[in-house]
């Protein structure tokens, strides 16, 4: 009897795993946030992203900025993607994309 990634007996998917990586902020994000990369320790990206709102309460631009930034993680495009269902690796990296003048 193997461990699979189905649904549990009752009929809810298990929880993803915590792993640590990378956050790194360009452009705008990185000057708002103060820093060009920082740790994260979370599942999925939503996670993530709420664990930066939390510690950055108070720098409400960098807040602001991330509301119109694109992602990557691990170098995969996020899109229009629901941010909770992008799960996390251990040693990521979440690439945080302001929009860029001139395309």
């Known amino acids: 009897m193997g461990t699979t990634a189905a649904a549990s007996?009752?009929?809810v998917a298990?929880?993803?795993?915590?792993?640590?990586?990378?956050?790194?902020?360009?452009?705008?994000?990185?000057?708002e946030a103060g820093t060009a990369e920082?740790?994260?320790?979370?599942?999925t990206l939503a996670e993530a992203l709420a664990a930066v709102h939390e510690r950055h309460a108070d720098r409400p631009r960098l807040l602001?900025?991330?509301?119109?930034?694109?992602?990557?993680?691990?170098?995969e495009q996020?899109?229009?993607?629901?941010?909770?269902g992008v799960t996390l690796t251990e040693g990521g990296t979440v690439e945080v994309?302001?929009?860029?003048?001139?395309?």
């Open 14 to 31: 298990p929880a993803a795993a915590r792993v640590t990586g990378t956050i790194r902020y360009w452009a705008a994000a990185k000057a």
């Open 97 to 103: 994309l302001p929009p860029f003048a001139g395309g």
């Open 78 to 84: 996020v899109g229009t993607r629901d941010r909770a």
């Open 64 to 75: 602001q900025v991330l509301g119109h930034c694109s992602f990557l993680v691990d170098g």
């Open 9 to 11: 007996p009752g009929g």
């Open 38 to 43: 920082e740790p994260y320790e979370a599942a």
